[in-house]
């Protein structure tokens, strides 16, 4: 047998179908590799359940823009952290019920205002660093964290 694409033997022979419409270089290929990580966090590590708040930090990245979709699909109330007008604009676009730029808005108040006091129950992060460390204070007694 000839492997697909002469990959080498390596090969497995399997191939995933470029959706319509898609363009293969920017948007399919990525694809697998976005909802795959998203999937993973929340799906596999911190299961997302239907009614409960979701709070994506990049959410204009890769993965975190995956995540806004996959979140709404599971049922999540989804706030959507990106930093600029372009990128909140984009998280909106992907479904977000609620998008906070960190640039320029106080993250934890915004996050109190919009769970009235409570927290998020789920905080999807795929970014680290000093943003990430705040959202700790946003997060419900027995809240999660999925990497």
């Known amino acids: 047998m000839i492997p697909p694409f002469g990959l ?4 497995t022979g399997e191939v995933v179908a470029v959706p319509p419409g898609s363009r293969f270089a920017q948007e399919a290929g990525g694809f697998p590799i976005a909802f795959r990580t998203a999937y993973a966090g929340l799906v596999e590590r911190a299961p997302v359940e239907p009614g409960r708040s979701l709070l994506v930090l990049g959410a204009a990245g890769n993965s975190g823009a995956a995540a ?4 709404k699909a599971l049922g999540a109330t989804v706030i959507a952290v990106a930093g600029g007008r372009s ?3 984009l998280c909106a676009r992907h479904g977000a019920d609620h998008v906070i730029d960190h640039r320029t808005e106080d993250l934890t108040a915004r ?3 919009i769970t009235g006091e409570r927290g998020v129950d789920l905080i999807y992060d795929p970014v680290g660093g000093e943003t990430a460390a705040s959202t700790l204070k946003s997060i419900a007694r027995g809240g999660r964290i999925a990497p």
């Open 111 to 113: 996050v109190t205002e």
């Open 8 to 11: 080498g033997e390596e090969a």
């Open 68 to 71: 806004v979709q996959l979140g």
């Open 87 to 89: 990128k909140t604009e």
